[in-house]
């Protein structure tokens, strides 16, 4: 049975999520959920995380329909944009989940308290630097030192031309070591 949206141009679906009907959604899901999935896995490299990211999207979609503006863009980059936002987020937190150290854990032993305690402050002031550049940036140098992505995969990851990458790492690392050399 076809849907009662499949009519509708695809900038018609939004107005109808934000009027609360679950038949846009899924018609939203049926055009756009297999590349949505793609464009996560691309991100992810994981196909859980990426049905994660999806799903996350899709309700976000739903709950933020009514912002939707067909002036500053397509439908479809509207819900891509979505999608790439929540599959960087969980990229983001499986880091940080993953390089967290343990609550309790012993403390690796070699290492005085005194090289800790500097050590500990150079990561807090890399991470403030950090926190100062454009997100653009941030992200782009995030996604290459700790994720330990190349640039072209950078490129492909947030979609975006190589050339583009390059110059959001250079601008940002001189940024970053200008930020750094200032001192606390």
Do not use: C, I
Not at 12 to 27: F, I, M, S, T, Y
Not at 67 to 73: E, K, N, Q, T
Not at 152 to 173: D, I, N, Q
């Amino acid at each position: 049975m076809p849907s009662p949206f499949a009519h509708l141009p695809d900038e018609a679906l939004p107005a109808q999520l934000a009027r609360g009907d679950e038949n846009a959604l899924a018609e939203l899901y049926d055009r756009f959920g297999r590349v949505a999935y793609g464009l996560a896995v691309r991100v992810l490299r994981d196909p859980a995380l990426a049905q994660d990211a999806v799903q996350d999207a899709f309700l976000g979609a739903w709950r933020t329909a009514a912002s939707f503006d067909p002036a500053r863009g397509t439908t479809s980059t509207w819900l891509m944009t979505l999608v790439h936002r929540r599959a960087v987020d969980l990229v983001r937190r499986e880091h940080r989940r993953k390089t967290e150290p343990l609550e309790g854990a012993p403390a690796a032993a070699g290492k005085t308290t005194e090289e800790e305690a500097a050590l500990r402050e150079e990561r807090r002031r890399v991470q403030a630097a950090l926190a100062q550049l454009p997100p653009d940036q941030r992200e782009a140098l995030e996604l290459a030192y700790y994720g330990g992505l190349s640039q072209s995969e950078l490129a492909e990851r947030l979609g975006v031309p190589l050339g583009t990458v390059k110059s959001r790492m250079f601008v940002g690392l001189a940024r970053l070591r200008e930020l750094l050399a200032e001192g606390p």
